[in-house]
């Protein structure tokens, strides 16, 4: 996996008026930081840094960030977001070597198109969209295909069942379900409520009280008759 350069500004400020007059100018406070070095406060151009983390290996993108001369192998940690706009805020940024096993986390992506579990209405369950791999920072994949074009009703794929790239683990339970071929839902219609169950219940009670009522008054007609004989 290729780094990609971001030049970043060192000797900022710290302390949040500083980090907002950074992020009104366009840059990200942000801190390098790992393998013993003291952690450095920088800042990073927030449209740079977009670009870096949009190509395809997304977040674990290898980041050679300049430094006064000095080049930085990083990955982008602990990405603070706006809670409102979702914009990024604050970036931690890990110093890594490209001999060491880093975890990394990559998306889980479904292909193919399961015929013969649509044909059953049966429904795709995707349950784990991300996997947490080790591996050395060029072997992280961009992210891990599942091909579910053979998924039937009952079917489960689980993390054992990935087959992952050379030099590339996980320690993830292996039972744990990655996708699930799961039978006929029910529709809205066919939802009862736990109101509609009371009422419907209340309304055979209100049947059994008129029928057994009615059932009362015949036998009294019955007597009556009998006694004007």
Same mark, same amino acid.
């Given at each position: 996996m290729?780094? *990609?350069?971001?030049?970043?500004?060192?000797?900022?400020? %710290?302390? &949040? =008026?500083?980090?907002?007059?950074?992020?009104?100018?366009g840059? *990200?406070?942000?801190?390098?930081?790992?393998?013993?070095?003291?952690?450095? &406060?920088?800042?990073?151009?927030? =449209?740079?840094?977009?670009?870096?983390?949009?190509?395809?290996?997304?977040?674990?993108?290898?980041?050679?960030l300049?430094?006064?001369? %000095?080049?930085?192998?990083? /990955?982008?940690?602990?990405?603070?977001?706006?809670? /409102?706009?979702? %914009?990024?805020?604050?970036?931690?940024?890990?110093?890594? =070597?490209?001999d060491?096993?880093?975890?990394?986390?990559?998306?889980v992506?479904?292909?193919?198109?399961?015929?013969?579990?649509? =044909?059953?209405?049966? /429904?795709v369950d995707?349950?784990?969209?991300?996997? %947490?791999?080790?591996?050395?920072?060029?072997?992280?994949?961009?992210?891990?295909?599942?091909?579910?074009?053979?998924?039937? /009703?009952?079917?489960?794929?689980?993390?054992?069942?990935?087959?992952?790239?050379?030099?590339?683990t996980?320690?993830?339970?292996?039972?744990?379900?990655?996708?699930?071929?799961?039978?006929?839902?029910?529709?809205?219609?066919?939802?009862?409520?736990?109101?509609?169950?009371?009422?419907?219940?209340?309304?055979?009670?209100?049947?059994?009280?008129?029928?057994?009522q009615?059932?009362?008054?015949?036998?009294?007609?019955?007597?009556?008759?009998?006694?004007?004989?």
């Amino acid at each position: 996996m290729p780094e *990609i350069t971001l030049p970043v500004d060192v000797g900022r400020t %710290t302390g &949040s =008026r500083s980090s907002g007059r950074l992020r009104a100018a366009g840059k *990200i406070p942000a801190v390098i930081y790992g393998h013993g070095a003291e952690p450095v &406060s920088v800042a990073v151009d927030g =449209r740079a840094l977009r670009l870096a983390l949009t190509t395809e290996a997304g977040l674990n993108a290898l980041l050679a960030l300049q430094v006064d001369g %000095t080049s930085h192998l990083t /990955v982008a940690r602990d990405i603070q977001r706006d809670p /409102v706009r979702g %914009t990024v805020i604050h970036v931690d940024f890990q110093i890594v =070597r490209r001999d060491e096993v880093i975890a990394a986390e990559v998306p889980v992506n479904l292909v193919g198109e399961p015929v013969e579990l649509h =044909r059953a209405d049966g /429904v795709v369950d995707h349950q784990l969209f991300t996997l %947490t791999v080790h591996a050395t920072p060029g072997r992280i994949p961009n992210d891990i295909e599942i091909d579910i074009s053979g998924l039937l /009703v009952g079917d489960t794929i689980r993390v054992g069942d990935i087959d992952l790239p050379e030099g590339v683990t996980t320690d993830v339970d292996p039972e744990g379900p990655v996708v699930v071929g799961q039978p006929p839902q029910v529709s809205d219609e066919d939802l009862v409520t736990e109101a509609d169950a009371e009422a419907a219940v209340a309304l055979e009670a209100e049947e059994a009280d008129a029928d057994a009522q009615a059932g009362a008054e015949t036998v009294a007609e019955g007597g009556d008759a009998g006694n004007e004989g």
